[in-house]
């Protein structure tokens, strides 16, 4: 059974940052694409980054291009966001989650089949 756990969420004022990351076990995790989403009550859960198992591909929201960015380390089956220039409509639960196995990586939360019980982002104006 695989197992994702988040830490490194918080409160944090605009403009400052953040590192999530999210520890796997259960299989081989460098075998896996891994991604990043949020939700705030009452919406959909968000697309917003995804990484190939190797790390050489990455995928972001247009939401968080050039503020957030998603790395992963294969040796300690890590996988984090770092996330700069904070907005208060970053505020959300942020979920890690291992993708499905596939050649391209996908913004659809169907397409992951293991989920982290998410990490609390308040971001204060």
């Known amino acids: 059974q695989v197992q994702l756990a988040e830490s490194g969420g918080g409160l944090v004022q605009a403009g400052g940052s953040l590192r999530l990351s999210c520890a796997a076990s259960?299989?081989?995790?460098?075998?896996?694409?891994m991604g990043w989403f949020r939700q705030v009550p009452g919406k959909e859960r968000e697309f917003v980054a995804a990484?190939?198992?190797?790390?050489?591909?990455?995928l972001y929201a247009d939401s968080v291009k050039g503020r957030f960015t998603i790395d992963r380390d294969n040796a300690k089956n890590t996988v984090s966001l770092q996330m700069n220039s904070l907005k208060p409509e970053d505020t959300a639960v942020y979920y890690c989650?291992?993708?499905?196995?596939?050649?391209?990586?996908?913004?659809?939360?169907?397409?992951?089949?293991?989920w982290g019980q998410g990490t609390q982002v308040t971001v204060s104006s």
């Open positions: 259960g299989r081989t995790f460098s075998r896996y694409a």
């Open positions: 989650a291992q993708h499905r196995p596939g050649v391209r990586l996908e913004v659809s939360p169907g397409m992951y089949d293991y």
């Open positions: 990484i190939s198992w190797s790390g050489g591909s990455t």
